[in-house]
């Protein structure tokens, strides 16, 4: 089977390779997606009183949280382009290498990460983002409790994104899947407790009364997760040695400064450009927090906070094609098949517009209603469709700068990648955001206009740098 696959992608029908590798990807993502929207719907179920403040508040604390997945995600994206283009060249001691080596990162950088969020939650959510009142109160609890346990996402994506840079689609998505699946069913137990709950959640009540589990709240869902998640690295790690072999023998399992110091030149920009990107995200919610709330009234925040789902679906299912993009590129590269690596890109491109074409329409054709589902009060709603109508349609070009990013990726070529949003961001979006809202004092439909604006700009720098093919020169770098 392993070589069945590794020939399909190197060389199979593209654009029936990259579509069958890619969908389940997407798919998975999507999903993945999906059940965070139950857990923003099980939130939407608490007492009228605890509803505005919670989801304002998930929607901070996942953005936040956000930011140390991303570092995190920049080395499994380093890792994952090193071990693509080493499996493409059959060099599997080199996988075992970049493998172990990656891990140790992503070890060191758990520690880290969890203390400083743990610690500095209320700094954040206060000093940095600016929320104020019951969003503020309940955000710190939350993400501290999030980010402290942050080693359970960090391994996750880590392990799910070695399978899939040796050419796995299917197994990574199903254990993402069914950590969720877990996430869910922790999620009802632990934020309701034995109660008050809606009566179709009574089984769950029964459950937290036998096991004299308290009602945690919003609180909860973060213990859920951050359960759920441990609960599925068991396979991984089973999956990864007997499938994959990855691991080392015992005797080359010590950090190997070298390799670490060629996954670190990959992954810095890479972190640092995810990073950029999720901190444009706050960006937008520090300027909607300080300009259009105050102490009594968080409704635009609340807003942001139903319509990060959204967006987050968008984002996910664009990064789903563009792990196909870059294991193609990868794996294509290390066999020496650059105009094949190339035209992959492309290709997964394609497929991920195609896909936003149809969540542009489901936006637009059920938005309010999905919106009501997790907040049924009328102002909170109306902004975030004003939202939704006016950056849902840049979510075309968002994917594309996702997934021409991911696919350069694939080649080592991070530090183009970073540069490339940190134009866009740096030079065009802060300052955009700044005059337009700072200085000519802009309604809340400017700022959004922006971030559609922002995501149409990005997409065109990626067009034409993809297009150039310097690029391709970056995997020099990961041999």
Same mark, same amino acid.
């Given at each position: 089977?392993?070589v069945?696959r590794?020939?399909r992608?190197?060389?199979?029908?593209l654009a029936l390779?990259?579509?069958r590798?890619?969908?389940p990807?997407?798919l998975g993502?999507?999903?993945?997606t999906?059940?965070?929207?139950?857990?923003a719907?099980l939130?939407?179920?608490l007492?009228a009183?605890?509803?505005?403040?919670a989801?304002?508040?998930?929607?901070i604390?996942?953005?936040?949280?956000a930011?140390g997945t991303?570092?995190?995600?920049?080395v499994?994206t380093a890792?994952?382009?090193?071990?693509s283009?080493r499996?493409?060249?059959?060099d599997?001691?080199?996988?075992?290498?970049a493998a172990?080596q990656?891990?140790i990162?992503?070890?060191?950088?758990?520690?880290?990460?969890?203390l400083?969020?743990?610690l500095g939650?209320?700094?954040?959510? +206060?000093d940095l983002i600016?929320a104020?009142g019951?969003?503020a109160?309940?955000? @710190?609890?939350?993400?501290r409790i999030?980010?402290?346990?942050?080693?359970?996402i960090f391994f996750?994506?880590q392990?799910t994104?070695v =399978?899939?840079?040796?050419?796995s689609?299917k197994?990574?998505?199903?254990l993402?899947?069914?950590?969720n699946?877990f996430?869910?069913?922790?999620?009802?137990i632990l934020i309701?407790?034995p109660?008050?709950?809606?009566s179709?959640?009574?089984?769950?009540?029964?459950?937290?009364?036998?096991?004299?589990?308290p009602?945690m709240?919003?609180?909860?869902?973060?213990?859920?997760?951050?359960i759920?998640?441990?609960?599925v690295l068991?396979p991984?790690?089973?999956?990864l040695a007997?499938?994959?072999?990855?691991?080392?023998?015992r005797?080359? +399992?010590?950090?190997?400064?070298?390799e670490?110091?060629k996954?670190?030149?990959?992954?810095?920009?890479s972190?640092?450009q995810?990073f950029?990107r999720i901190s444009a995200?706050?960006f937008?919610n520090?300027l909607?927090?300080?300009?259009? @709330?105050? =102490?009594?009234?968080?409704?635009a925040t609340?807003?942001?906070g139903?319509?990060f789902?959204?967006? @987050?679906?968008?984002?996910f299912?664009?990064?789903g094609w563009?792990?196909?993009?870059?294991?193609f590129?990868?794996?294509?590269l290390?066999?020496?098949?650059?105009?094949?690596?190339k035209k992959?890109?492309?290709?997964?491109?394609?497929y991920?517009a195609v896909?936003?074409?149809?969540?542009?329409?489901?936006?637009y054709?059920y938005?309010?209603a999905?919106?009501?589902v997790?907040?049924?009060?009328?102002?909170?709603v109306?902004?975030?469709?004003?939202?939704?109508?006016?950056v849902a349609?840049?979510?075309v070009?968002?994917?594309?700068?996702?997934?021409?990013?991911?696919?350069?990726?694939g080649?080592g070529?991070t530090?183009?990648?970073?540069a490339?949003?940190?134009a866009v961001i740096?030079l065009?979006q802060?300052?955009?955001?700044?005059?337009?809202?700072?200085v000519m004092?802009?309604?809340? +439909?400017?700022?959004?206009?922006?971030?559609a604006?922002?995501?149409?700009?990005?997409a065109?720098?990626y067009?034409?740098?993809y297009?150039r093919?310097t690029?391709?020169?970056a995997i020099a770098?990961?041999?």
């Amino acid at each position: 089977m392993a070589v069945d696959r590794e020939s399909r992608i190197l060389s199979g029908p593209l654009a029936l390779e990259v579509g069958r590798f890619g969908t389940p990807l997407a798919l998975g993502m999507a999903l993945q997606t999906t059940f965070n929207l139950v857990d923003a719907y099980l939130i939407a179920r608490l007492p009228a009183g605890e509803v505005g403040a919670a989801v304002g508040a998930i929607g901070i604390c996942d953005q936040v949280s956000a930011l140390g997945t991303i570092v995190s995600y920049g080395v499994s994206t380093a890792a994952a382009a090193i071990l693509s283009q080493r499996k493409g060249a059959g060099d599997q001691e080199g996988v075992q290498r970049a493998a172990w080596q990656s891990m140790i990162i992503i070890g060191a950088l758990s520690l880290f990460l969890g203390l400083v969020g743990g610690l500095g939650a209320g700094f954040i959510v +206060r000093d940095l983002i600016g929320a104020k009142g019951d969003v503020a109160k309940i955000a @710190t609890t939350y993400l501290r409790i999030m980010t402290a346990g942050s080693f359970s996402i960090f391994f996750l994506l880590q392990l799910t994104n070695v =399978q899939r840079a040796l050419g796995s689609a299917k197994t990574p998505v199903a254990l993402l899947v069914s950590g969720n699946i877990f996430n869910v069913f922790l999620a009802v137990i632990l934020i309701f407790g034995p109660g008050p709950a809606p009566s179709f959640l009574g089984w769950a009540t029964s459950i937290a009364q036998v096991l004299h589990i308290p009602r945690m709240g919003m609180v909860g869902a973060a213990w859920a997760s951050i359960i759920a998640r441990c609960l599925v690295l068991v396979p991984n790690v089973i999956i990864l040695a007997r499938r994959f072999d990855v691991f080392p023998p015992r005797g080359k +399992r010590a950090p190997d400064k070298d390799e670490i110091k060629k996954i670190a030149s990959i992954a810095w920009p890479s972190s640092a450009q995810f990073f950029l990107r999720i901190s444009a995200m706050l960006f937008v919610n520090s300027l909607v927090a300080r300009f259009f @709330t105050t =102490q009594e009234d968080q409704t635009a925040t609340t807003a942001m906070g139903l319509v990060f789902r959204l967006d @987050t679906m968008a984002l996910f299912v664009a990064m789903g094609w563009g792990t196909a993009a870059q294991t193609f590129v990868g794996q294509n590269l290390g066999a020496n098949k650059n105009a094949r690596a190339k035209k992959s890109g492309w290709i997964t491109m394609g497929y991920d517009a195609v896909t936003n074409v149809l969540l542009i329409a489901l936006v637009y054709a059920y938005g309010e209603a999905i919106l009501r589902v997790f907040d049924d009060e009328a102002a909170p709603v109306a902004i975030a469709l004003q939202y939704l109508h006016v950056v849902a349609p840049s979510y075309v070009a968002l994917g594309i700068g996702i997934v021409l990013g991911n696919a350069m990726a694939g080649a080592g070529a991070t530090r183009t990648t970073f540069a490339i949003d940190a134009a866009v961001i740096l030079l065009f979006q802060v300052p955009l955001g700044v005059v337009v809202i700072g200085v000519m004092h802009g309604t809340l +439909r400017a700022l959004f206009q922006c971030v559609a604006v922002v995501n149409i700009a990005s997409a065109a720098a990626y067009c034409v740098i993809y297009a150039r093919g310097t690029w391709l020169g970056a995997i020099a770098r990961t041999r």
